[in-house]
């Protein structure tokens, strides 16, 4: 049963360029929430797709979009990188009723901004 | 605004020691609350979650946590740490509606042998 899977694993790429990450969610599960983990911190939440739309936002600048496929699988888009949008980006999907479920977590993907 | 707190930025324990990493929490309405784990490089893993029912939480490699509704606690332990649980963990609060996970800002754990 693979887990969630995230590409690319690294990602170097210059200021007020765009960037594209990829994750495909866990056997099973419809729904992705993307994070922010910059170095020395917790997760910030992005967003969360379910059902090919966007359910919830967290506190990020529009910069930051997203979408969901029909095979649940999601990118995560960023335009106009700055230098504090390097991060660790992490995706997690989940069950998408509203059953409480824990959320599992992909190995991310470092972005490098310089 | 639901709210994590773990305030010890980094706890030390000898190898067959119990451990207590401490977690507490803001939310309005009744929390739903998680540990998950961090290695190296690594996504988090998730070790427990208590939604509902016995305070007492076990969860993967041993853990477990207690929920402490009057004092917005939910503490991870162990009755006897492994070197190989040295890692980084954080506390999660996912309020009864909405579906954001808010984490804590995580504490490292060192075992020594």
């Known amino acids: 049963d693979a887990g969630v899977t995230q590409s690319p694993t690294h990602l170097i790429k210059t200021r007020g360029q765009q960037v594209t990450l990829r994750c495909s969610p866990k056997s099973g599960h419809d729904t992705v929430s993307w994070y922010q983990q910059a170095l020395g911190q917790g997760p910030q939440f992005i967003f969360q797709?379910?059902?090919?739309?966007?359910?919830q936002r967290g506190n990020f600048p529009d910069r930051f979009s997203g979408h969901q496929f029909p095979n649940y699988s999601s990118e995560l888009n960023v335009n106009a990188l700055l230098l504090g949008d390097s991060a660790l980006y992490l995706c997690a999907s989940s069950g998408g009723d509203n059953r409480v479920y824990e959320q599992y977590f992909g190995p991310g993907t470092r972005l490098t901004v310089t | 605004a639901q709210s994590v707190a773990q305030p010890e930025d980094q706890v030390n324990v000898a190898e067959g020691n119990p451990l207590t990493v401490k977690c507490t929490y803001s939310v309005s309405g009744n929390p739903y609350l998680f540990w998950y784990v961090q290695y190296p490089n690594r996504g988090l893993q998730f070790l427990l979650k208590y939604i509902t029912g016995d305070n007492l939480v076990k969860g993967s490699y041993g853990f477990e946590a207690e929920f402490n509704k009057s004092q917005t606690s939910f503490h991870l332990k162990k009755p006897s740490a492994l070197v190989s649980d040295s890692a980084l963990y954080f506390c999660a609060v996912r309020e009864t509606r909405g579906q954001n996970f808010v984490f804590g800002p995580g504490t490292r754990l060192s075992v020594l042998p």
């Open positions: 797709y379910y059902e090919e739309e966007e359910r």
